[in-house]
């Protein structure tokens, strides 16, 4: 039996019509549940007998990270109680009301006690936490220059790149290609900005995950016979204020943020998510 390598195969094989038939509220969703092994695509009474015979017993998906990373966060959320708040507070660009830190993340409050509680309204996914403890611990309150580099030009980022690209570059061109408002409605989501004359990009936005820390998006749509791409920037300074798994960490968590949005409103581009 064939395996799908990604949600949008199967979602390619689908009419996109969001019958709800298949007991999911879109077709993103079900092509999300095939993909991951928790429903198998024959679910779907639109799809031929022809088309489901060729793909059966999608291997569950687990993330292999998951359990490194809540263990991450478990000795994090002990290193926390050792942090003086007070005294980080104005080096990381967040403030301390006596009992919480509160910083900016894709332009929403992210408050944390000393025990680690999180009081926020965006949802922040394990990869996103420990890139955000991450900032706290490494963060030397270095200014952003407005210079933007890839990763792979940051001192300790060749290492990590061609991982940062499976992880960040290419799922989040991917959602590009098949949303191409995607980049706009983040950055009306999470009080982005977007900008123009940016490496002779199609569109060019800069978020903000942490204060110190921005990122900038740049795609090119496919044109000619040339395939689309996207590229991901970062400030000069990142790694003087978040250390570069940190950083890959972060790339990561926002992608799936991204991923997560797409799935829950079935299309992005509509300015209203």
């Known amino acids: 039996m064939l395996q799908f390598n990604n949600v949008f195969e199967v979602l390619t ?38 088309i489901a015979s060729k793909y059966g017993g999608q291997k569950k998906k687990t993330d292999v990270y998951e359990d490194d990373l809540q263990n991450a966060i478990s000795k994090m959320r002990a290193d926390l109680k050792e942090v003086d708040f007070e005294a980080v507070a104005e080096r990381i660009g967040a403030l301390f009301d006596g009992e919480k830190l509160t910083l900016k ?59 940062f690209v499976r992880q960040c570059e290419d799922p989040l061109k991917r959602l590009a290609d098949k949303y191409p408002d995607l980049l706009i409605d983040m950055v009306d989501l999470f009080s982005g900005g977007q900008v123009s004359d940016q490496y002779e990009s199609d569109i060019a936005v800069i978020l903000s995950p942490l204060p110190l820390v921005p990122m900038l998006i740049c795609y090119w749509r496919a044109d000619d016979g040339i395939p689309s791409s996207l590229n991901v920037f970062f400030d000069a300074t ?33 300015h209203s998510a």
């Not at 332009?107 to 990869?127: L, P």
């Not at 407005?146 to 030009?153: A, H, K, L, T």
Request: proline share 4%; with cysteine.
């Open 13 to 50: 094989l689908l009419d996109k019509s969001n019958c709800r038939k298949c007991g999911e509220k879109t077709c993103m969703a079900f092509a999300a549940s095939v993909f991951k092994g928790q429903k198998e695509i024959n679910v779907c009474p639109l799809v031929s007998s022809e």
């Open 105 to 163: 993340i894709m332009g929403k409050d992210f408050s944390i006690d000393r025990e680690g509680n999180v009081y926020t309204d965006i949802h922040v996914n394990s990869w996103i936490l420990v890139s955000t403890f991450n900032y706290i611990f490494h963060c030397k309150g270095v200014p952003v220059q407005q210079c933007w580099v890839p990763f792979r030009e940051l001192p300790s980022g060749r290492d990590g790149f061609p991982l």
């Open 238 to 270: 990142a790694e003087h204020n978040i250390s570069i798994e940190g950083l890959r960490l972060l790339g990561t968590g926002i992608t799936q943020m991204f991923e997560k949005l797409a799935l829950l409103h079935g299309v992005a581009g509509t």
